[in-house]
């Protein structure tokens, strides 16, 4: 139980710079969008789209072949020759964009900005470079400097954006800012963005330091065959985070106006499952080297159970946070125009589908600890197949609440697909009866509410009810896992 105490800590730490980019990113595009046209800023938003797939291949899976091999081999040669490795690559995939940066505006769309293209590049490279001394510091469990530089990046990031787009306006008539270009635009956010991004490295200056120029083929070898069924595993991954809202206007039969509306509606109420992406985001930031080091522990796999426990008995609480106050987000996300209230039914939906997501996480510890890499992949296009199926079957029927469902089923058949075959390579004696029955109360509180909130009962006493429905899935969780949370307290194993 200590260490899962500790591993809840080290999330809440790894939590905070999550939150903060989050919600600092939200108050930079409320910003961006009172200053940019929507043109304009579509291109930032297409640049932006593109560097998560990027950042999936400049990385080919070694911040978790670093958590794996480090088990196994001497730590300080494992992080010089990934860093090597990494170094030499980034370099190399940085050069091919710069070289083809041409063709790459064509397909982004972005009107022959080769410049964009060109900071995008060093974006992804100074990100790539801090991918092993960010993975050094989970891995040693130092999720306080984790978080401390994350914030720092941010705050540098904000900060920059601000007086290229704010302070340098005010003094284009200075020699001293001569070199400011007004027409230049929103490549000034790319600037700031890798500026930032550059700060990050110098910030990580101990972990850099530590690295020297020695390199194991042989280790390399091992790490390259691990790590390569990973870059599968992302862009599948990325397919079916992403592939609904890519593909709804073109599978959509409504008219090009009325896709955009409903995609927009589609876009709002998709964004409203942050707070559940947020806390299995922050989660896996703890989880996937604690896993590793608990893997040569006796215990480790009743340590897997208990935490995967603990995982869905939260997870069913922030579900209800967000699926019992819908009229809450309705405020938020209706400021602008009230049509957005009308995807809300679909927030249950996807909340719920990303707790199946987070479970699949929990899970999927059985092939990078059996060294079934490829069998993971298996599992995550099977999940992007039935994404891609549903979608454009369902989208030009169902709207989005058809791509809702899709996104619900793909997760779904991922977490069980996961499980089943957990238990044949790495069994782990998962409690599922205990962690069925939290995922079946809190969506069966939600459903009761639901039904009261179509009676139409006034809107104190519906979220009185709310209130109720999270004291009761509280209540019932204190009760069954009593004896588990007064050992926790108690700091016994």
């Not at 800590?9 to 990113?25: D, M, N, S």
């Not at 972990?207 to 120029?213: C, D, I, P, S, V």
């Not at 509410?449 to 509280?474: E, F, K, M, T």
Request: hydrophobic residues 50%.
């Amino acid at each position: 139980m200590g260490s899962i105490k500790k591993l809840a800590g080290q999330t809440i730490w790894y939590g905070l710079p999550t939150i903060a980019a989050r919600f600092l990113g939200f108050i930079l595009q409320l910003f961006f969008t009172a200053v940019f046209a929507p043109e304009k800023f579509g291109v930032i938003t297409q640049i932006y789209a593109f560097i998560p797939f990027l950042n999936i291949i400049f990385t080919y899976g070694l911040e978790t072949s670093y958590f794996r091999f480090v088990q196994q081999t001497d730590k300080t040669k494992l992080y010089n020759t990934l860093c090597i490795s990494m170094l030499a690559s980034t370099s190399v995939l940085t050069l091919l964009i710069f070289a083809g940066a041409g063709p790459l505006t064509d397909f982004l769309e972005i009107e022959g900005r080769t410049d964009y293209v060109i900071y995008m590049g060093w974006i992804v490279f100074f990100d790539t470079l801090a991918t092993l001394p960010f993975a050094k510091l989970r891995q040693e469990g130092r999720p306080r400097k984790y978080a401390l530089v994350k914030v720092l990046t941010i705050v540098s990031q904000i900060l920059l954006t601000i007086f290229f787009l704010v302070i340098c306006p005010k003094f284009t008539g200075n020699p001293l800012f001569a070199w400011y270009d007004m027409s230049f635009g929103v490549g000034y956010i790319l600037i700031a963005n890798m500026l930032a991004s550059f700060l990050a490295l110098v910030f990580l200056y101990r972990e850099l330091a530590a690295f020297r120029w020695t390199f194991d083929k042989a280790l390399w070898n091992d790490v390259m065959r691990y790590s390569m069924p990973l870059v599968i595993v992302g862009f599948g991954g990325m397919i079916n985070e992403m592939l609904s809202r890519l593909v709804y206007t073109k599978v959509s039969m409504l008219p090009a106006k009325e896709k955009l509306r409903e995609l927009g509606i589609f876009g709002a109420n998709y964004k409203l499952a942050v707070l559940i992406t947020i806390f299995i985001q922050a989660f896996r930031m703890g989880a996937e080297p604690f896993f590793f080091n608990q893997s040569k522990n006796e215990d480790a796999r009743f340590t897997y159970a208990r935490v995967m426990k603990f995982f869905t008995l939260t997870c069913g609480a922030v579900f209800l946070v967000v699926s019992l106050f819908l009229d809450v987000w309705k405020v938020l996300i209706t400021r602008k125009d009230p049509a957005y209230a009308e995807g809300l039914n679909i927030v249950p939906i996807l909340t719920m589908g990303t707790v199946f997501l987070g479970i699949y996480y929990n899970l999927s510890i059985w092939y990078k600890l059996t060294n079934r890499n490829l069998t993971g992949a298996y599992i995550t296009l099977g999940g992007a197949v039935i994404t891609i199926l549903l979608n454009i079957w369902w989208i030009p029927y169902f709207s989005y609440t058809g791509s809702a469902w899709a996104t619900f089923i793909c997760y779904a058949f991922m977490m069980v697909a996961s499980y089943l075959l957990g238990q044949k390579y790495y069994p782990v004696p998962y409690n599922v009866p205990r962690v069925l029955f939290y995922l079946a109360l809190a969506a069966g509180i939600y459903l009761v509410h639901h039904y009261i909130r179509s009676l139409q009962p006034g809107i104190w006493i519906v979220h009185a009810c709310g209130v109720a429905g999270l004291g009761i899935y509280g209540a019932v969780v204190l009760w069954m896992e009593r004896a588990d949370f007064r050992r926790l307290l108690l700091r016994k194993a």
